[in-house]
């Protein structure tokens, strides 16, 4: 079935610890996406891709990094995680072309104690 | 600052009657706004699309509309179902001149709660 795969579904996770989400797109899209919704906020944009080789920073960057190697993956890295970053982890992708639908992961739920 | 907003936050209503969910956005220049369901636990799917020129669309019991004038989308569902209990989160897309991906500005969202 295509679509959006992340892992792992869901992570508790010790503070200081490193932790990657995996995130593998199989519809060939250009651009994708790592948002994180908490309650209240909304879904909020951490790190995008335009295309492979490039990365940028969204609304809340801090504390997270990604890389795109190739069209199909997306991960992102928390580097040493703290309790704020409790949420949950959405990827996304989509085609470049101005009215692209995003098509979104199940999420992955990550727990920083 | 391009913002969107969504009312009401939370919503009740019995299982066959109708609701209206309501999105207002500040976002220029406008490229297009969509309607995304989101059930509990999963992720957001796409309901329906409006561009600048389009008044209503139907998805189904879904029928979206917009006002590019007021920047005003409402979504409207018919005959509610209990399947229809999610999160429906209003998406505006910003047009990029410049040939860059548009940018996206989200709604919080109306939690919507279909009763039997």
């Known amino acids: 079935i295509a679509g959006i795969t992340q892992a792992p579904t869901s992570q508790i996770l010790a503070a200081g610890r490193r932790m990657t989400l995996r995130c593998t797109q199989d519809m060939r899209h250009n651009a994708m996406y790592w948002y994180r919704q908490d309650l209240g906020l909304g879904l909020r944009l951490i790190h995008y891709?335009?295309?492979?080789?490039?990365?940028g920073k969204g609304e809340v960057p801090d504390g997270y990094s990604v890389s795109r190697a190739n069209t199909d993956d997306f991960p992102l890295t928390l580097a040493s995680a703290v309790p704020s970053q409790t949420s949950v982890y959405f990827c996304?992708?989509?085609?470049?072309?101005?009215?692209?639908?995003?098509?979104f992961g199940e999420g992955s739920r990550l727990t920083v104690l | 600052k391009n913002q969107v907003e969504q009312s009401p936050q939370s919503l009740i209503i019995l299982e066959g009657k109708n609701c209206t969910l309501q999105?207002?956005?500040?976002?220029?220049?406008?490229?297009?706004l969509r309607w995304y369901k989101q059930d509990t636990g999963r992720g957001p799917v796409s309901l329906t699309i409006m561009t600048f020129s389009e008044n209503t669309k139907s998805n189904g019991r879904y029928t979206a509309t917009l006002d590019a004038d007021t920047k005003q989308s409402s979504l409207h569902i018919t005959a509610s179902q209990l399947s229809d209990s999610a999160s429906y989160i209003c998406?505006?897309?910003?047009?990029?001149?410049?040939?860059?991906?548009?940018?996206?500005?989200f709604g919080t969202g109306t939690l919507l709660a279909v009763q039997p």
């Open positions: 891709s335009n295309t492979a080789g490039t990365t």
């Open positions: 999105c207002n956005y500040t976002v220029s220049p406008f490229s297009n």
């Open positions: 996304a992708s989509r085609d470049t072309d101005r009215a692209g639908e995003l098509f």
């Open positions: 998406v505006v897309s910003e047009r990029n001149y410049g040939g860059a991906t548009n940018k996206l500005i």
